[in-house]
Each structure stands twice: as structure tokens, then as C-alpha cells.
């Protein structure tokens, strides 16, 4: 089995791109990509692109080989749906396909557009995600399906919104500096708190923003690397997927996150590493609750002390393991389908000293990523090495 | 023709069920005592294909609700409205809550499940009443 090197990262900033096409915002990402990575189009075996709604949002579906032309590749593509952790599985399986030995340049990452729609269509389209007869029917709007998680959170392990608003102050902190992020401004505990109500017990600065973006990463083989004497020093060493039941009231505990801390299990088992042994991580914070259910579904915190991590300083800038320093979703956005592979890519920079929150770990040498689908019925986790 | 779409497809199973709901309703159960909701051919918890239909208990209990104060378009439902998971032991199942305000539910509070025609939609809405 060959390792997994990432070549090169692309995206284009996360915000409102109304007047663009998502063919336009892949193909900036895709060419960024390809240029950090001094690789050839010609030489990208595959596109793995993750997409969620843009048969809803653009009506267009079959996006795969449309985005390769975009991209000026001459490859065959495949898109990847997993809700909102489309581009996780996408880069996953390209991870798969070079590790196999069947491919040694693939192209990876998603798009999406959603400010073209409005807050009520939006609130529509994601609700897809969840369990058409069971929830979506009964009223269930994807904020209301994590308030429910919320409430029953609290329930269970006690905390609240001011636990969560420190979470959202914090990733909020973490994106001044990030030229890609949709919210490059602090907010305040107060300012969460006084936001206004979405789904209780959530708030508005509870919740990601809409946003529009594309991400893409090239991959290669170890060897390719070597051969193209590429600068890559970051590897993707494990990959791990987990799945659950689609509806929150088929799960035993409505509280926890297993498909997560399934897909952990597997990734740190795959790249040999334990979760003590990472130095900062990027998870899935499309709201400020599923921040707190997945540092405790990747083992960093036992069951109910995640609500509190925000709020004691251990996943701030300057904690012990810093969470989410490129904004998270909270603050960086959100363009659902494109999220997997914006996470990899600023985690890479991270490793690699080059983005401008590099300067929180240093020395870091262990990344992790973690990418959710719908309430967390699909995740997908990826644990990035400094190999050199 | 009494069906005002008669091109619609039939939720099989699912229609049904929700029907029920006026009436008490059930659940499926497994050979091996798994609850679930149809439609289903087989237990999503073990594999077994040996299902029956199985009461659903008159009363169940909060399990976790929210007050949505963005609703979907063209769903009806004017929001805020109580979205809610309510427990009925061998089973969970999430409909809007009737009756009751946000204030006046909290985990545990007994409602009993029942279906309305939503009009908006022209599908069928699981609601919950006070017990
Ligand atoms: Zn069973």
C-alpha cells in the first residue's frame, strides 16, 4: 500500500458568490490546487467531487464531468453525495484509489452554491439530509433536528447556551485572520446569547452561515511525489467512515454521535495514531452543539466535558489542543458539499506553517479532520502527518 | 375520483402507519423484540425478516423538542411551532406538538400521537396532543 501525500490545496474564498456559477468557483479552487501543487491537469487521473444539492440549487445535476471540464481536466469524474460530508467521502475514496495502486494523481474536493436561494428554500434543501417520512414531513428543518440533539444534550450532561457561545466566540476568533472565511470578525458571548431564536434552544450564532465555495486538493502517491520531486510534506495517513441510522429517533441515544466516533475508531486505527497524540483538529460545526458531540465522539473529551472545552480555554488558539482555527463552519462557512475538502486543506496549511493560524501550533505535527453528514448519519474523519 | 393526485405515489407502509396514528397506532416489531417504524422487511437491528405490527402505547413522553422559528417554505406550519421526539418505549417518533406551548412542554410531558392532513404539503402530519 502507498502513502498519500497532498500536493496541493485550492479554494476560493467562502462568502456570497451570487453572480458566479459553481462551474466558475470549482474551477478557481481546482486550478489553485494544481498551481500549489506545481502538478499538470493533464496528469489528474480522476476528479472525486462532492456536491449535495445543487440539483435543487442550480438544477444541475450530473456535476462530475461538468466540473472536470471546468477544471480542464481530461479525466473522467465521479461526484460523491453524502450531504454535508460529500467532499469527506469524496477525498476519502481518492485516498483509497491511490492507495490501491490503481491511480497516483486524483483531484479532489466539492462545490456548492446556496445564497442564490433564499433562507426558507435553503432550510428546504437541507433538510433532504434528514429522513423524508419520518422528520421532514413532521416539520424538521436541519437547525431543528441539532436543537433536538441540543436539548437532549443538555438533558443528559447538563451545560447550555452560554457554553455553546463560547464555542461560537472562539471559531469566530479564529477566522479574523483567514482570507477565505465568509466572517472575518470576533463576535462576543453576549452578542450569541442576545442573537435571535432558530430552533430552541439554538440561536442564530449558533448556526453556520449559507455560503457558496468550492475546495479542491490534488493527491498522490508517495511515489509520484518522489518521481515529480514535489514539495509535500503532508500525508494523509488515515481515513475512517462511519454510518448510523438516518432518523434521530431510531438512535439509542440522541446525545452522542457514533457514526463519528466510528469513523475515529477507524482512522486513528489506520494511521496508527491515538487521539491524545493530535495536536489540532478541524470538526464539523454547522452548529455549535455538534462541535461539542464530536470532540467527545474523537475521543479528545469524555461524555459531557466537551460542552465545557470552549469555555475552560482547551480548544481555543492557545489551548491544549486547538479546535477549528481556521473559523470552522461557524465562522469560515459552510458550502455544504465543498466543506470535507476545505477542512484538508486548511488543516494541510496548518501542518505545513503556511496559514496564518500556524503560528497557534507550531510544532504540531498530527492533524485530524471530521466531516458530518446530515445529524451525523454519515461522518467521514482523516488523520494528516507532517512526514517531512 | 377521491384522490386529488392520483399520479402521486403511495408512501406504502408509511401512509398506512400514519393513518393508524388516529387510532392509536403500532409499531413493527422483530422476532427478536426490536421496534421500528414501517415500511420494513427486515430489522435494521439485527437482520431478522420476522416482523409483526404491534400496538403502539396510548401514551408516550418527551423525549426532546424544539421551537422552530424558521420553517421550510410551503410546508404550512407557521412557525414558531414544537417539533418533538416523543418516546413510546419500544419505539420513538417525531411529529408537532398541538395544544401545548413551548413553555408548557418539557422532557417527559405525556402526549398521545395523532395525524392531520397537511394542506400545504397534501401529505400526512404526525401531531402529538396532551394525554
Ligand atoms: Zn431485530
Known amino acids: ?388 | 375520483m377521491s384522490d386529488p393526485d392520483p399520479d402521486a405515489p403511495a408512501d406504502t407502509g408509511y401512509d398506512e402507519w400514519a393513518d393508524a396514528l388516529a387510532e392509536g397506532g403500532y409499531y413493527i416489531e422483530c422476532a427478536n423484540g426490536h421496534g421500528n417504524l414501517p415500511p420494513r422487511r427486515v430489522c435494521p437491528d439485527c437482520g431478522s425478516t420476522d416482523l409483526s405490527e404491534e400496538p403502539l402505547p396510548d401514551v408516550g413522553a418527551v423525549a426532546t423538542f424544539s421551537e422552530v422559528h424558521v420553517a421550510p417554505s410551503g410546508f404550512g406550519e407557521e412557525p414558531p411551532y414544537v417539533t418533538a421526539v416523543v418516546d413510546f418505549g419500544p419505539v420513538r417518533v417525531t411529529g408537532i406538538v398541538r395544544e401545548l406551548s413551548a413553555d408548557e412542554i418539557e422532557i417527559g410531558t405525556a402526549v398521545r400521537p395523532d395525524v392531520e392532513h397537511n394542506d400545504a404539503t397534501d401529505k400526512r402530519l404526525v401531531v402529538f396532543r396532551p394525554a
Not at chain 1, 432550510?123 to 433536528?145: C, I, K, M, Q, Y
Not at chain 1, 459531557?304 to 481556521?326: C, F, H, K, Q
Not at chain 1, 505545513?352 to 479532520?369: E, I, K, Q, Y
Open chain 1, 1 to 388: 500500500m502507498t502513502g498519500v501525500r497532498v500536493a496541493g490545496v485550492g479554494l476560493t474564498p467562502f462568502g456570497e458568490h451570487a453572480g458566479r456559477t459553481g462551474r466558475d468557483l470549482f474551477a478557481e479552487a481546482a486550478l489553485a490546487a494544481l498551481d500549489d501543487a506545481g502538478v499538470a491537469g493533464d496528469d489528474v487521473e480522476h476528479l472525486n467531487y462532492g456536491n449535495f444539492m445543487g440539483a435543487l440549487a442550480e438544477r444541475q445535476g450530473h456535476q462530475a464531468p461538468l466540473m472536470a471540464e471546468a477544471a480542464g481536466l481530461r479525466c473522467a469524474g465521479t461526484r460523491y453525495e453524502e450531504a454535508c460530508a460529500s467532499a469527506g467521502v469524496a477525498v476519502r475514496e481518492a485516498v483509497r484509489a491511490v492507495r490501491s495502486g490503481e491511480n497516483d494523481v486524483m483531484l479532489a474536493g466539492g462545490m456548492e452554491r446556496m445564497t442564490n436561494l433564499s433562507t426558507a428554500e435553503v432550510t428546504e434543501s437541507l433538510a433532504v439530509a434528514a429522513d423524508e417520512l419520518f422528520e421532514v414531513r413532521a416539520g424538521v428543518t436541519f437547525p431543528g433536528a441539532y436543537a433536538l440533539m441540543a436539548r437532549a444534550y443538555f438533558d443528559e450532561y447538563g451545560g447550555g447556551r452560554e457554553d455553546l457561545a463560547h464555542v461560537a466566540a472562539k471559531n469566530h476568533a479564529n477566522a479574523v485572520n483567514n482570507e477565505y472565511a465568509q466572517y472575518q470578525r470576533e463576535i462576543t458571548v453576549e452578542q450569541a446569547l442576545d442573537s435571535p431564536a432558530v430552533a430552541s434552544p439554538l440561536h442564530l450564532f449558533d448556526a453556520c452561515p449559507i455560503t457558496d465555495g468550492a475546495s479542491a486538493l490534488v493527491l498522490v502517491s508517495e511515489e509520484y511525489a518522489e518521481e515529480h520531486d514535489l514539495d509535500a510534506p503532508v500525508a494523509i495517513t488515515g481515513t475512517g467512515q462511519g454510518g448510523d441510522r438516518a432518523a434521530l429517533q431510531d438512535r439509542t441515544d440522541m446525545a452522542r454521535t457514533p457514526a463519528a466516533a466510528d469513523a475515529a475508531a477507524e482512522a486513528y486505527g489506520d494511521a496508527g495514531v491515538a487521539s491524545d497524540e493530535v495536536d489540532v483538529a478541524e470538526v464539523h460545526d454547522c452548529f455549535t452543539i455538534a462541535e461539542v458531540m464530536a470532540l467527545e465522539a474523537l475521543d479528545f473529551f469524555d461524555p459531557g466535558e466537551g460542552i465545557g472545552a470552549a469555555r475552560r480555554g482547551d480548544t481555543t488558539r492557545d489551548g491544549d489542543l486547538p479546535v477549528n482555527l481556521s473559523g470552522g463552519l461557524k465562522a469560515k462557512g459552510h458550502p455544504v458539499g465543498a466543506t470535507g475538502g476545505s477542512q484538508i486543506a486548511e488543516m494541510t496549511r496548518i501542518l505545513r506553517g503556511d496559514h496564518p493560524n500556524s503560528d497557534a501550533v507550531p510544532d504540531a505535527t498530527v492533524g485530524l479532520t471530521h466531516n458530518a453528514g446530515g445529524t451525523v448519519a454519515s461522518a467521514v474523519v482523516h488523520v494528516l502527518e507532517v512526514a517531512e
